[in-house]
């Protein structure tokens, strides 16, 4: 596994190896979920490349770029074992010297759910992914579920910039109780870890309650029941899986998407109704 950190040998590297590329961009500290999208690059790809990159764009002045965990040497060993072929790690100052001052505005798409909680959060997603789309060239873009704005955020970047990669999404890797593994699950105190879950019991019973014909009104009020006392919910609702914007009620293709606070720390989860 060849790991390169600057832009030019990047290019040279990426630009060298059999096709089809497949790319999955992480921030680190990774686990099993990362390790999904390296598996499922694998079983349509020749080659696979990793970017790990704590990307200080996407990542509010009051949040924990400075305290989320970094443990390169850790993910690398992972990545190894998970048989990919290239790691693209660069330090912030390769990514953003001195002067850079450009960034991709994704309108509104941007602004709602995710993008309401943590202004600025998808251009700094956007941004910092069409750059290491640039520098990688890959053939296949894979995201995880888990990340359903983000997902819809890039899709719609890849349609509107004429990007020529293919976007796949990847299922959400859950832990046995329900909760969807994240970096931040680090975080947790042991009574937060155990309240956690009941995040994604939430979205099930509004998923339940609005299949079973009640108004959103009510169906928000009963699912934000489950969702345990101490947790601060940001917000519960079904939405259009391309543009986000809020459905009366779930249909075909739409996403159930919730987002709360355990203590300090923000959970969010989803649950994908196939088209
Ligand atoms: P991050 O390192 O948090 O930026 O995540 C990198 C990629 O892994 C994103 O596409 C995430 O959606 C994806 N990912 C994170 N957690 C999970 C999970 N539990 N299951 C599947 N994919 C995940």
């Not at 999904?36 to 079983?43: F, G, I, P, Q």
């Not at 690398?76 to 072929?85: H, I, K, N, P, Y």
């Not at 819809?152 to 990669?165: C, E, I």
Request: proline content about 7%; some cysteine.
């Amino acid at each position: 596994m060849q790991v390169v950190d600057a832009i030019l040998p990047a290019r040279a590297a990426f630009g060298a190896v059999p096709r089809p590329l497949g790319f999955v961009p992480t921030m680190g500290a990774l686990h099993r979920g990362h390790l999904e999208l390296v598996r499922a690059a694998r079983a349509s790809c020749r080659t696979v490349a990793v970017s790990l990159f704590v990307n200080p764009l996407q990542f509010g002045p009051d949040e924990d770029f400075a305290r989320y965990p970094r443990d390169l040497a850790g993910d690398c060993r992972q990545l190894e074992e998970a048989g990919v072929d290239l790691v693209f790690a660069p330090e912030r100052e390769t990514m953003y010297p001195p002067g850079f001052s450009t960034s991709v505005d994704v309108g509104e798409i941007g602004a709602r759910y995710e993008g309401a909680v943590r202004p600025g959060h998808f251009r700094g997603v956007a941004t910092v992914v069409l750059k290491l789309l640039n520098v990688v060239r890959p053939d296949a873009l894979f995201l995880g579920q888990k990340d359903a704005q983000q997902t819809a955020v890039l899709r719609r970047m890849v349609r509107d910039l004429d990007l020529d990669v293919r976007v796949e999404i990847v299922p959400t890797v859950r832990e046995a109780d329900g909760l969807a593994l994240s970096s931040r699950n680090a975080y947790l105190s042991v009574a937060q870890r155990a309240a956690a879950p009941t995040l994604q019991r939430a979205l099930r019973e509004l998923y339940a309650a609005l299949a079973r014909g009640d108004g959103k009104e009510n169906a928000v009020r009963a699912a934000r029941g489950l969702l345990d006392p101490a947790a601060t919910l940001d917000y519960l609702d079904v939405v259009d899986a391309d543009t986000f914007e809020p459905l009366d009620a779930p249909r075909a293709g739409a996403f159930v998407v919730g987002a709360a606070r355990f203590g300090q720390t923000r959970l969010l989860d989803n649950i994908w109704l196939p088209a």
